[in-house]
């Protein structure tokens, strides 16, 4: 079993910058890829981005593609979402996930994902 914990939520300007982290346990965090995707008020979770086990390769969703920069340190067992240029459509609870195979498969699916955190919130303001 795999526990998620997100952090570095909050209240910004739209304009401005957050960057989320998320902490995983376990020892076999380098084998998992790593997801985020958000869900906001009275609307379907979406997929934001995700990388790989290694971190050479990533993928993002349209919305926030050039904005936002998926990283991640094996060594910390820490996946970062750094959030640039935020606006107010990207309010959201975010949440990260795991995919335990490890693969690069429908990477964009929930459905993929067997871990996930309980979410922290991303409020932008106009």
């Known amino acids: 079993q795999v526990q998620l914990v997100e952090s570095g939520g909050g209240l910004v300007q739209a304009g401005g910058s957050l960057r989320l982290s998320c902490a995983a346990s376990?020892?076999?965090?380098?084998?998992?890829?790593m997801g985020w995707f958000r869900q906001a008020p009275g609307k379907e979770r979406e997929f934001v981005g995700t990388?790989?086990?290694?971190?050479?390769?990533?993928a993002y969703a349209d919305s926030v593609k050039g904005r936002f920069t998926i990283s991640r340190d094996n060594a910390k067992n820490t996946v970062y979402l750094q959030m640039n240029s935020l606006k107010p459509e990207d309010t959201a609870v975010y949440y990260c996930?795991?995919?335990?195979?490890?693969?690069?498969?429908?990477?964009?699916?929930?459905?993929?994902?067997?871990?996930w955190g309980q979410g922290t919130q991303v409020t932008v303001s106009s």
């Open positions: 376990g020892r076999t965090f380098s084998s998992y890829t």
């Open positions: 990388i790989s086990r290694s971190g050479a390769s990533t």
């Open positions: 996930a795991a995919d335990r195979a490890g693969g690069w498969y429908m990477v964009m699916a929930s459905a993929t994902y067997d871990y």
